[in-house]
């Protein structure tokens, strides 16, 4: 027997023996790694891929909601009968919107905070679909609404299920805030099984406590939903203890996203794929047992045909390795050939599927992360992407933020289908310039122009042919629509960046939009003005409640007796950083954030108590105070004036109000409605600056005033002007005609002043007597000047 081994043709056979045993050896390793390392690549691409998808379902859901709310919240039917408070027609309404999206959850919040309406879709199998008031109509709602113009994205828990959820700002006709609406989808099975189909991964949602470990009941307590019915107790358990500590597991291969805070729970979605399944190691060794038996049976005949099928196995799986290698550097466009028998050719063919598949998802990604979905049109990040350059290099740039007037009206009476065949016509049309280097749309009815190195007159010419362009007429079917377009530009001038050219485009759009022009390229005056418009709104109401506020007066004099019997209290707000702020500045938006009310209560309250004040120092002045149209719109206005008057114990002729003309004209019917309410209790009433507005001769004659004040305007050059001394003549005779009492303003020299008392007018006040001081200042100017009511007679 040992001389049997000695033998060269045993040992040569001994080796080829052991050749091809190694052989086989190197292709089961090679062969395992390679399939190992490709599905370790296609599990981490298939895992990439799902991350995307998620991001993009479920921020597609968020914006979907957030611009359907904002729609339905320009809605003026829904306005209407959320102002009218009829509960009924409101949630019929409301539902209505719902249904448009098939929302899971519809909800209205008035000012106050108050649900006045809540409809919920029915989730069990059993009235799926069905339509229910919610639990919470009636009640405050839970979460705090302190934003006013935004719409924001929120999670809401109500009944068990968690709703993604946006709002919207509901206002009135005048631009006030009156409520919020919104409207949000489950976060449930079908969100989870619809995810699950697109990513192939198994997907859930759940509820932790903050820094928590989670263990097996406290993990099925809060678990929201998951596409894997069949899940095992101990891969819940596996899993929750993942997404609570954030580690990884040999197992399972695992994303976690959280989404947000719940009654100070956090929302958590995840994805998961067991390794076990999804590597199959069981069915990959089978194939192994199989393969070694034949080649041990057919060892003594084929030693040198195995060593050679060895070596053609090892080939395909190297190649198959550096393609695996090369796909996860992100090329798919390679076509993979690995030999010419049917399994290989079949394997090659599989793998060009399986990255033909993976190129196709990445690309649709690729594209609705840069695209419009209406319009396909770019949408910002297209705008950032295609910037980025021009920014880089300073080229010349211009940006155009454009926005289609009356979009709100076309959707609400022609529906939302015409709208956005509206839309996608403005973007083709804006598409045909080829001097347009980029056109994108943003949002809703906003599109925006990127422009670069064009001259400013080539460029006005431009901006000219697409006004033209786009607000030419539109038929949709047997309609005529004819657009229009308001447009804010801004240049670059760097250093800058995107984000500033865009704000400052957006700056000349509101510009434009507040003073009804076409056009408006942005400039630093108006951007100054936004700024310190926005931050006087925001300080306003705080510096009502903290006494910002001070009244200064103006004396009037009465020119038959020569004595100051009556001042005009004027408002001015004493900012502890800006200093004086006089009340044309922030006035009006008193007027726009429904301040005014407030405003003139704490002006009347003011003004009456300085009344005692004054008499307590043996001054007796009627107190004139202005009031606007704003005022004359609140019903009980009339009241809370007799109220004051009542509460502050002062004789009733001690007070007049002014009304300016353009306040009556805003609604006649109301207005004197309120004024002759107060003219029944003895009020004096006057017209300001008579001559500056939009009344009649018939209107003033409804009107229950007692006095007529002529503007300054026709004063102030009295001595100089005849034609405005003709006006001022005829406007005392017409007054006094109508049993008036006329009160000139804008008195600025002796001259006027005895021009006035020779024609017979009653009161004066201006400059040249004094300029608006306050009360302490008044007294003691009254206590100096010949005018005063204990001076002696002159």
Same mark, same amino acid.
């Given at each position: ?9 045993t040992?040569?056979?001994a ?6 045993l190694a ?7 090679l062969?395992y790694?390679?399939?190992?390392l ?9 895992l ?18 957030s ?8 809605d ?5 009968v959320?102002?009218?408070k ?6 019929v309404?409301l ?8 929302a ?7 000012k106050?905070?108050?649900?006045i309406g ?12 069905k339509v229910k008031?919610?639990?919470?109509q ?8 302190d934003?006013e113009?935004?719409t924001?994205?929120?999670?809401? *828990? ?8 946006s ?6 006709g005048?631009g006030?805030?009156?409520?919020w609406?919104?409207f949000?989808f489950?976060?449930?099975d079908?969100?989870t ?7 192939g ?8 406590e903050?820094n928590?470990?989670l263990?097996?009941?406290a993990?099925?307590?809060?678990l929201?939903?998951i596409?894997?019915h069949d899940?095992?107790?101990r891969d ?27 009654d ?7 994805m998961?794929i067991?390794?076990?399944d999804a590597l199959?190691?069981a069915?990959?060794h ?10 041990l ?10 060593? /050679?099928i ?8 190297t190649?198959?390795?550096n393609?695996?290698?090369f ?10 050939e690995?030999?010419s ?12 599927v /399986?990255?033909?598949?993976?190129l196709s998802r990445?690309?649709?990604i690729?594209f609705q992360a840069?695209?419009?979905?209406l ?7 297209k705008l950032?992407?295609?910037?980025a350059d021009w920014?880089?290099n300073?080229s010349?740039?211009a ?6 007037r ?40 906003e ?10 007159s080539?460029?006005?010419?431009l901006?000219?042919k ?5 607000e030419a007429?539109y038929?949709y079917?047997d309609?005529s629509?004819?657009?229009?377009v ?8 760097y ?9 400052q ?9 507040r ?9 630093q005056?108006?951007d100054?003005?936004?700024l310190d418009?926005?931050q ?9 409640e903290?006494?910002?506020l001070?009244l200064?007066?103006?004396p009037?004099?009465?020119l ?5 019997t009556?001042?005009?209290a004027?408002?001015r707000?004493? #900012? ?6 006089p009340?044309?500045t922030f006035?009006p938006? *008193?007027e726009?954030m429904?301040? /005014?009310?407030?405003?003139t ?8 108590s ?5 008499l ?6 009627a107190i004139?105070v ?8 609140n019903?009980?206005f009339g009241e ?7 509460? #502050?114990?002062?004789?009733?002729e ?9 306040a ?9 409605k309120?004024?002759n309410?107060?003219?029944? #209790?003895?009020?004096t009433?006057?017209?300001?600056d008579?001559?500056?507005?939009y009344?009649?001769l018939?209107q003033?004659k ?7 004040k002529?503007?300054k305007?026709f004063?102030?050059?009295? /001595?100089?002007?005849d034609?405005?001394?003709t006006?001022v003549?005829?406007t ?8 008036l ?9 002796e ?5 006035l008392?020779?024609h017979?007018?009653?009161?004066g006040?201006?400059?040249?007597l004094?300029?608006?001081v306050?009360a ?5 100017w009254?206590?100096r ?7 002696a007679?002159t």
């Amino acid at each position: 027997m040992p001389a049997l081994f000695n033998r060269i043709q045993t040992r040569i056979f001994a080796w080829f023996v052991l050749l091809l045993l190694a052989v086989q050896t190197i292709s089961f390793a090679l062969t395992y790694y390679g399939n190992e390392l490709l599905e370790q690549q296609q599990l981490k691409n298939q895992l990439s891929i799902a991350k995307l998808v998620f991001k993009s379902e479920y921020n597609d859901r968020a914006y979907y909601l957030s611009a359907f709310a904002e729609t339905a919240a320009k809605d003026f039917g829904l306005k209407e009968v959320f102002i009218d408070k009829d509960s009924r027609s409101f949630l019929v309404a409301l539902n209505n919107h719902r249904k448009r999206i098939d929302a899971d959850l519809a909800i209205a919040v008035d000012k106050q905070g108050k649900i006045i309406g809540q409809l919920l879709t029915s989730l069990n199998d059993a009235n799926k679909g069905k339509v229910k008031v919610g639990p919470e109509q009636g009640q405050a709602f839970k979460q705090t609404l302190d934003f006013e113009f935004i719409t924001i994205n929120t999670l809401y *828990a109500l009944q068990g299920n968690i709703y993604q959820l946006s709002f919207a700002p509901l206002t009135s006709g005048a631009g006030n805030l009156i409520g919020w609406v919104g409207f949000g989808f489950v976060i449930g099975d079908e969100l989870t099984n619809n995810l699950s189909e697109q990513t192939g991964l198994n997907t859930g949602f759940i509820l932790t406590e903050p820094n928590s470990q989670l263990d097996e009941p406290a993990f099925d307590a809060q678990l929201i939903s998951i596409s894997n019915h069949d899940i095992t107790e101990r891969d819940k358990k596996v899993i929750g203890q993942l997404i609570s500590s954030g580690l990884q597991h040999k197992d399972y291969i695992l994303w976690q996203s959280s989404l947000g805070q719940i009654d100070e729970q956090q929302l958590h979605a995840f994805m998961y794929i067991s390794q076990r399944d999804a590597l199959a190691l069981a069915a990959s060794h089978e194939q192994w047992l199989p393969q070694l038996v034949l080649i041990l049976i057919m060892l003594p005949v084929s030693l040198m045909v195995a060593y /050679m099928i060895a070596r053609g196995v090892t080939k395909p799986i190297t190649l198959l390795i550096n393609q695996a290698r090369f796909i996860a550097k992100g090329n798919y466009n390679s076509k993979v050939e690995v030999g010419s028998s049917t399994e290989m050719l079949a394997l090659a063919e599989e793998f060009t599927v /399986m990255q033909q598949a993976i190129l196709s998802r990445e690309n649709k990604i690729a594209f609705q992360a840069y695209h419009d979905p209406l319009t396909n049109l770019g949408n910002k990040n297209k705008l950032s992407q295609v910037t980025a350059d021009w920014f880089a290099n300073k080229s010349p740039l211009a940006i155009c933020l454009i926005n289609i007037r009356r979009m709100t009206e076309v959707n609400g009476t022609l529906g939302h289908l015409v709208g956005d065949k509206v839309i996608v016509e403005v973007g083709r049309r804006l598409s045909e310039f080829s001097e347009i280097d980029l056109v994108c749309r943003l949002s809703g009815d906003e599109f925006v122009l990127a422009i670069k190195e064009i001259q400013s007159s080539a460029f006005n010419q431009l901006i000219r042919k697409v006004q033209e362009a786009v607000e030419a007429e539109y038929r949709y079917q047997d309609i005529s629509l004819h657009l229009q377009v308001t447009i804010g530009v801004s240049f670059a001038h760097y250093p800058s960046d995107l984000q500033t050219v865009m704000r400052q485009a957006d700056t000349a759009l509101q510009h434009a939009k507040r003073n009804r022009i076409d056009l408006q390229t942005y400039s630093q005056q108006i951007d100054a003005n936004s700024l310190d418009r926005l931050q006087l709104v925001n300080e306003l109401k705080a510096a009502i409640e903290n006494n910002e506020l001070v009244l200064f007066y103006q004396p009037k004099l009465n020119l038959a007796i020569n004595k100051v019997t009556h001042v005009e209290a004027l408002v001015r707000w004493q #900012h502890p950083v800006r200093g004086m702020i006089p009340p044309d500045t922030f006035i009006p938006i *008193a007027e726009q954030m429904g301040q /005014m009310n407030a405003l003139t209560h704490w002006v009347i309250h003011q003004a009456l108590s300085q009344y005692h004040l004054w008499l307590a120092e043996g001054i007796e002045l009627a107190i004139a105070v202005n009031i606007s149209a704003e005022n004359l719109k609140n019903q009980s206005f009339g009241e809370f004036v007799l109220s004051a008057i009542e509460q #502050h114990q002062v004789p009733i002729e001690a007070l007049t109000l002014e009304i300016t003309e353009d306040a009556v004209v805003a609604d006649p019917e109301n207005a004197i409605k309120q004024l002759n309410q107060l003219k029944q #209790h003895g009020l004096t009433l006057s017209i300001d600056d008579y001559g500056t507005g939009y009344s009649s001769l018939a209107q003033l004659k409804q009107l229950p005033v007692d006095e007529l004040k002529i503007d300054k305007s026709f004063v102030q050059n009295l /001595m100089t002007s005849d034609d405005d001394k003709t006006i001022v003549s005829s406007t005392i005779q017409l007054a006094h005609n109508l049993g008036l009492k006329v009160v000139a303003e804008g008195i600025e020299d002796e001259g006027s002043l005895k021009w006035l008392a020779k024609h017979n007018c009653e009161l004066g006040q201006g400059f040249y007597l004094s300029k608006p001081v306050d009360a302490k200042m008044l007294a003691n100017w009254l206590a100096r000047s010949p005018y005063g009511p204990n001076s002696a007679e002159t």
